[in-house]
Each structure stands twice: as structure tokens, then as C-alpha cells.
């Protein structure tokens, strides 16, 4: 079925065939439950060369080595024949000699599989992960499919995805075909390729406007119990009171939700949740789940995900905003980016009247009887700085809790140095206006900028 949707954009960055990279995801002609990728290069300037697949990505804070997922992986020459290379590790691939590189050719296993085995490896949490069901469903989180080529991270994307012609792809990408058998996006970066989740299924999906925003919400549902149109009230009537929230923070025209409904003969899932992303979410609940706890859920998960648009997707360190997925550097400011925003998700629901009064305290309550599971003597900015090693993993989860509880006595603070006229939110959207999006502040001056922006000293 083609794509009827709304979402209108101009593609104002010209995209020449000498200076694209042309990537095709088939999902008609899968065997094993793998699907085959093609990546082809415009001219190479270096004769050495490195091509990785993410050891991470924004918003995961795990090592998941994505590489692993990988296998049958072949270079190219101009001529069609095979390269030598040297496997680094699970994600990097070294090249000698490569100015004739113009092509890699691989499979991709799903990660939802890996979860039912996790003997070897952590499972990748499910909503950063990847789905291959042939003739069911197609769960794409791009980084899990795609790699990149060190110095080329910058340059255009020309992605193209071979579908059966009776499914749909929920994501915020516009696609630029009429075909009903592939769809083609064009990306700006890596960066946005890596932004840029897409579901595959047959159409189940709405479209509609809330709070001056366009929405999709695709559905998964394996066994056809839910339709997207169950989900578009309480949809919303959240989206509009958090718009509202927000202000003039957000400046969000689309966004688009994948909601993939994990049934009894799924993959055995275990990471409930959802992924971040500028423009979407990717959000993995249960089929089993009663449409009042999924409606729940989704207020709770996709209004958290929702707040990322402002931190840290459009408010952040140089950590994040020239992030390396082959060797990423975390930043000390999960209590922000990631307590902030929990607060934010919990402090709009009683500000909109979603909630009410004993409903946040309760909430407030269980944040503080679960942040007593972890280390009260260990530094947020340490914890978070070295997140990725395994003397700290663990504390993790608490970004949620104890960081929650961090952001609303910074919030009280604030009310009480300014007798009211400035919160944490007021905080946030003048951090916001002093950097943004494009504009990252330095990671270890963070609490300076504070000070600056609230006119109160440390």
C-alpha cells in the first residue's frame, strides 16, 4: 500500500550521485531471517580505510556492539571483485589499499532473536533493537542495519527499502518515490540515519494533528487486537497538554510513533520501553497488556521519550552532539538528560490535570523507595561519565530515580531563590535558547552555564 501521509517537507540539500551513499535494506527476499544490505560508496580519499557498524547509540547508555548482528560481510572493487580486510572487532572492519572501494554487501540478524539467549551477550533493549519477521513485521532501528565509514559520516544518505507492496513504514522520513515496492529517503548525515527508525507491517496506522504537531502512530499487533485508532485519544490529550508544557521549547511540526505489540508467539521480549529520537519513537509494550495499561504506558513512556526533543536531543554536551559510535565518551549529565527529563514526564501530568495531586506524590514516593536499591554514595556525575563500564552499568536504572528526585529539589530550589518566578522548566528553555540544537556546551562546564543562565551561584 502506498504512503498517503502528511508529513510535506522540502529537500532543500542537493543530493549529487558522486557525493551520496547509497544503501538498500531488502525485506522481500529474506532467508533465514536475515536480510541482506547493500552500501555503495562514492570515491574514496583515503587508501585506509575503516568501516563500522555502532558500538552504541545516543540514548541506550549500554554497550551493544551492533557488529555482532552481522555476518557474510564482503568489499568491493569497481570491478566487482572481493577486497581483502582485517576484522578489528565486532563492529570495525579495516581496509589497506581501498581507493577502489565501492561497495559492502552483508546480512542482518534481528536482535529480538538474541533475547531468548542472552548466554553470550547482554540483550540489546528491545526498543533499540531489531526485529525480522518475514511476511509479519519489520522493526528498523538503522543503526542495527546500516554502518558507516570513518570521515564519511558526513555525507548524504540515499536509503531505499525494498518492501512487499502490501506494507506500510511508519517513521518521520518522507518518501520521495511512488512505487509501491521500495520507498526512499534521503538523510542528510550518519547522524540522521542512525535518527531515523522505521517499522514495516501491514498498514495499521493513523494520521491526525494535535497541539499544531502532525502525528503517525503505526501498530504492530500481531494478533490484530489492537488498532492505531484505539490509541488516538489519550494520544492526544497528551500530546496537546505537553505542547502545552512546553511552549515555545518545542518546535516539533511531525512526529512519529512506532508501537510494536509483542504477542504470545513473538519473540520472547524483555526490554519494555522506548527509544528517543528528534523526530519519533520506537516503543516496544506487550500485546497482552489491557488498552487502559497501554494507554497508560504510553503517557508515561512516549511523553518521557517526547521531553528528549528538548534534552538532550536539542539542549547538550559536545559528548553528544559529535558523538562516536565506534568509541563513544559519555557525558557527566545524565541527571539531567535523563532525571530531567523523568521529572518533566511526571511534573506535566499533574500541571495538565492528567493526574492528580496523590497520584505524583505516590509516584514521588516510589521514586525514592527505589533509588535506595543503589549506591547513595556515588557521584551522578561520575556514575555517568563511565556508564559504559562495568563498575557502574548497574547503577544505571537509578538515572530514573534518584535523578528524578535531583531535578525536582533543584526545581524547589529554584522556586524558593526566586520566590516563584523561576523553575527548572524556566531553567531548561533558557539553557535551551543559549545553545540549542547546534550549539553544544562544554561537559564539564555545565553547572557554570546554570549559574549564568538562573543568575544564582552554585
Given at each position: 500500500?502506498?504512503?498517503?501521509?502528511?508529513?510535506?517537507?522540502?529537500?532543500?540539500?542537493?543530493?549529487?550521485?558522486?557525493?551520496?551513499?547509497?544503501?538498500?535494506?531488502?525485506?522481500?527476499?529474506?532467508?533465514?531471517?536475515?536480510?541482506?544490505?547493500?552500501?555503495?560508496?562514492?570515491?574514496?580519499?583515503?587508501?585506509?580505510?575503516?568501516?563500522?557498524?555502532?558500538?552504541?547509540?545516543?540514548?541506550?547508555?549500554?554497550?551493544?556492539?551492533?557488529?555482532?548482528?552481522?555476518?557474510?560481510?564482503?568489499?568491493?572493487?569497481?570491478?566487482?571483485?572481493?577486497?581483502?580486510?582485517?576484522?578489528?572487532?565486532?563492529?570495525?572492519?579495516?581496509?589497506?589499499?581501498?581507493?577502489?572501494?565501492?561497495?559492502?554487501?552483508?546480512?542482518?540478524?534481528?536482535?529480538?532473536?538474541?533475547?531468548?539467549?542472552?548466554?553470550?551477550?547482554?540483550?540489546?533493549?528491545?526498543?533499540?533493537?531489531?526485529?525480522?519477521?518475514?511476511?509479519?513485521?519489520?522493526?528498523?532501528?538503522?543503526?542495527?542495519?546500516?554502518?558507516?565509514?570513518?570521515?564519511?559520516?558526513?555525507?548524504?544518505?540515499?536509503?531505499?527499502?525494498?518492501?512487499?507492496?502490501?506494507?506500510?513504514?511508519?517513521?518521520?522520513?518522507?518518501?520521495?518515490?511512488?512505487?509501491?515496492?521500495?520507498?526512499?529517503?534521503?538523510?542528510?548525515?550518519?547522524?540522521?540515519?542512525?535518527?531515523?527508525?522505521?517499522?514495516?507491517?501491514?498498514?495499521?496506522?493513523?494520521?491526525?494533528?494535535?497541539?499544531?504537531?502532525?502525528l503517525v502512530l503505526g501498530v504492530y499487533s500481531?494478533?490484530?487486537?489492537?488498532?492505531?485508532?484505539?490509541?488516538?485519544?489519550?494520544?492526544?490529550?497528551?500530546?496537546?497538554a505537553q505542547k502545552r508544557f512546553l511552549g515555545?521549547?518545542?518546535?516539533?511540526?511531525?512526529?512519529?510513533?512506532?508501537?510494536?505489540?509483542?504477542?504470545?508467539?513473538?519473540?520472547?521480549?524483555?526490554?519494555?520501553?522506548?527509544?528517543?529520537?528528534?523526530?519519533?519513537?520506537?516503543?516496544?509494550?506487550?500485546?497482552?497488556?489491557?488498552?487502559?495499561?497501554?494507554?497508560?504506558?504510553?503517557?508515561?513512556?512516549?511523553?518521557?521519550?517526547?521531553?528528549?526533543?528538548?534534552?538532550?536531543?536539542?539542549?547538550?554536551?559536545?559528548?553528544?552532539?559529535?558523538?562516536?559510535?565506534?568509541?563513544?565518551?559519555?557525558?557527566?549529565?545524565?541527571?539531567?538528560?535523563?532525571?530531567?527529563?523523568?521529572?518533566?514526564?511526571?511534573?506535566?501530568?499533574?500541571?495538565?490535570g492528567l493526574i492528580d495531586k496523590n497520584d505524583?506524590?505516590?509516584?514521588?514516593?516510589?521514586?525514592?523507595?527505589?533509588?535506595?536499591?543503589?549506591?547513595?554514595?556515588?557521584?551522578?556525575?561520575?556514575?555517568?561519565?563511565?556508564?559504559?563500564?562495568?563498575?557502574?552499568?548497574?547503577?544505571?536504572?537509578?538515572?530514573?530515580?534518584?535523578?528524578?528526585?535531583?531535578?525536582?529539589?533543584?526545581?524547589?530550589?529554584?522556586?524558593?531563590?526566586?520566590?516563584?518566578?523561576?523553575?527548572?522548566?524556566?531553567?531548561?528553555?533558557?539553557?535551551?535558547?543559549?545553545?540549542?540544537?547546534?550549539?553544544?556546551?562544554?561537559?564539564?562546564?555545565?553547572?557554570?552555564?546554570?549559574?549564568?543562565?538562573?543568575?544564582?551561584?552554585?
Amino acid at each position: 500500500m502506498k504512503k498517503s501521509i502528511f508529513f510535506f517537507s522540502s529537500i532543500t540539500m542537493i543530493y549529487c550521485n558522486s557525493q551520496v551513499i547509497k544503501t538498500n535494506i531488502d525485506l522481500v527476499n529474506i532467508k533465514d531471517d536475515k536480510v541482506a544490505v547493500t552500501i555503495e560508496f562514492p570515491k574514496m580519499k583515503s587508501s585506509d580505510v575503516k568501516f563500522h557498524f555502532p558500538k552504541t547509540v545516543p540514548g541506550t547508555y549500554s554497550v551493544d556492539d551492533y557488529g555482532r548482528f552481522i555476518e557474510g560481510i564482503k568489499f568491493f572493487d569497481s570491478k566487482g571483485r572481493e577486497l581483502l580486510y582485517t576484522k578489528v572487532n565486532d563492529n570495525t572492519y579495516s581496509l589497506k589499499n581501498a581507493r577502489d572501494l565501492t561497495k559492502v554487501t552483508y546480512l542482518v540478524n534481528d536482535s529480538f532473536d538474541e533475547e531468548m539467549d542472552t548466554s553470550k551477550h547482554k540483550a540489546v533493549f528491545s526498543p533499540s533493537g531489531t526485529d525480522i519477521e518475514d511476511n509479519k513485521v519489520h522493526l528498523i532501528n538503522t543503526h542495527g542495519f546500516i554502518g558507516y565509514i570513518d570521515k564519511m559520516q558526513d555525507v548524504p544518505y540515499k536509503l531505499v527499502v525494498q518492501k512487499p507492496a502490501d506494507f506500510y513504514g511508519t517513521t518521520a522520513l518522507v518518501d520521495q518515490d511512488k512505487s509501491d515496492t521500495t520507498d526512499t529517503y534521503l538523510l542528510a548525515n550518519y547522524a540522521k540515519v542512525t535518527d531515523s527508525p522505521l517499522m514495516y507491517a501491514r498498514p495499521n496506522f493513523i494520521t491526525f494533528n494535535a497541539g499544531g504537531m502532525d502525528l503517525v502512530l503505526g501498530v504492530y499487533s500481531p494478533t490484530g487486537k489492537y488498532k492505531a485508532e484505539d490509541f488516538k485519544e489519550n494520544l492526544e490529550k497528551m500530546v496537546v497538554a505537553q505542547k502545552r508544557f512546553l511552549g515555545d521549547m518545542n518546535t516539533n511540526k511531525k512526529y512519529a510513533i512506532m508501537l510494536y505489540l509483542a504477542g504470545k508467539d513473538s519473540p520472547i521480549i524483555k526490554g519494555f520501553g522506548a527509544l528517543e529520537h528528534h523526530e519519533s519513537t520506537s516503543v516496544v509494550l506487550s500485546e497482552l497488556m489491557p488498552k487502559d495499561d497501554i494507554d497508560k504506558s504510553l503517557t508515561d513512556i512516549v511523553s518521557h521519550e517526547f521531553f528528549h526533543t528538548v534534552n538532550p536531543l536539542k539542549t547538550h554536551s559536545e559528548e553528544i552532539h559529535y558523538f562516536d559510535y565506534a568509541d563513544p565518551k559519555m557525558s557527566q549529565h545524565l541527571w539531567m538528560y535523563e532525571g530531567g527529563t523523568e521529572y518533566f514526564a511526571n511534573l506535566f501530568q499533574i500541571q495538565e490535570g492528567l493526574i492528580d495531586k496523590n497520584d505524583f506524590l505516590t509516584r514521588i514516593n516510589q521514586k525514592i523507595a527505589g533509588s535506595k536499591r543503589y549506591k547513595d554514595t556515588l557521584p551522578f556525575t561520575v556514575m555517568s561519565k563511565n556508564i559504559l563500564q562495568n563498575e557502574y552499568k548497574d547503577q544505571y536504572l537509578n538515572v530514573y530515580e534518584k535523578g528524578t528526585l535531583l531535578t525536582m529539589c533543584l526545581d524547589i530550589e529554584l522556586r524558593e531563590l526566586s520566590k516563584g518566578e523561576m523553575g527548572y522548566r524556566d531553567m531548561i528553555r533558557k539553557l535551551s535558547q543559549r545553545f540549542g540544537e547546534n550549539k553544544p556546551f562544554k561537559d564539564d562546564k555545565l553547572i557554570d552555564e546554570l549559574v549564568i543562565v538562573t543568575g544564582y551561584p552554585q
